[in-house]
């Protein structure tokens, strides 16, 4: 069994497919890049032909909604109730107020302050979808980053293994899925997030996800103090950056990237969380230490060397 790879640039970060099948590797890029530019015109907050920035004035009242951007909402509630409301996709109004109001290579540098986050508290509850109606108060706007790609990578994986009987793994930006046959030696993943960070190996099982949610990407400057575009909804402000990185495996990547991007937000509180949901983690500290919760693998650890990727 031969595998292929192909690697691109997506959503300013990096894609990658991979397939058991090389000569599948043609039709497995086209069938990505039909279903991603799905995803996105559905849900980018920084189109203005988007689906979800045209129905935009429509959903104080209510409105149906393309079965795309329906899956996407009804990805992120399930995030939002796993993580307790900590993946809140309400938050855009929150994200614009702090700077992540453009794709993150337009953000400028500044030195204005942050305006305080107070009538556009967020409120994942508040959403409502029955159906492919959706609906939602008008005070509150929808970011479904902290999902979409998870959820797109999940997609991908499933409609490659399905459509071309073999197996495939598609990472966008840290966030990994797999599905169908399994290489001889199975998936193995290397994770670290910037070069000299503390790094490791795994191996992932088809059928399975893994995601890394990361404060020291998508940064920018604003008054003077280093911003991050993980909020926390009970402030609308990035979460103390208790932690450089958290990766989760899991059953899917979007559960996996609720996980992460949850553990971020509860920062020393993650660790026991985890552990009580016997969730396999691997948390970074801002200092360069370790920490490990369920069943993660900690004989692969490894010193820190060079940077590898999927």
Known sequence: MSTAASDWSLWSTSARVVVTDANALPEARTITDRLLAKVELASSRFRADSELARV?????????????????????????????????????????????????????????????????????????????????????????????????????????????????????????????????????????????????????????????????KRTWQRAGRRLHHILDPRTGLPATPTWRTVTVSAESCATANALSTASIIRGERAVAWLQSKSVSARLVRADGRVVTTGDWPQEFEAPKVMRSNV
């Open 56 to 216: 935009a004035p429509l959903l104080n009242d209510g409105t149906e909604v393309s079965p795309m951007l329906a899956a996407l909402v009804r990805a992120s509630l399930r995030a939002a109730r796993l993580t307790d409301g900590d993946v809140d996709p309400t938050l855009g109004n929150a994200l614009d107020a702090v700077g992540y109001d453009r794709d993150i290579r337009l953000i400028e540098d500044t030195d204005g302050l942050v305006r305080a986050i107070v009538s556009d508290r967020p409120g994942w509850k508040s959403v409502s979808l029955v159906g492919r109606r959706l609906r939602v108060p008008s005070h509150l706007s929808l970011d479904l980053g902290a999902i979409a790609k998870a959820y797109a990578a999940d997609l991908v994986a499933a409609s490659l293994a399905e459509r071309l009987n073999c197996g495939a793994l598609v990472s966008l930006g840290g966030d990994i899925s797999t599905a169908g046959v399994e290489p001889r030696d199975g998936w193995n993943i290397f994770v670290e997030d910037l070069p000299g960070d503390p790094w490791t190996r795994v191996r992932m099982s088809s059928g399975s996800g893994l995601a890394t949610s990361s404060t020291q």
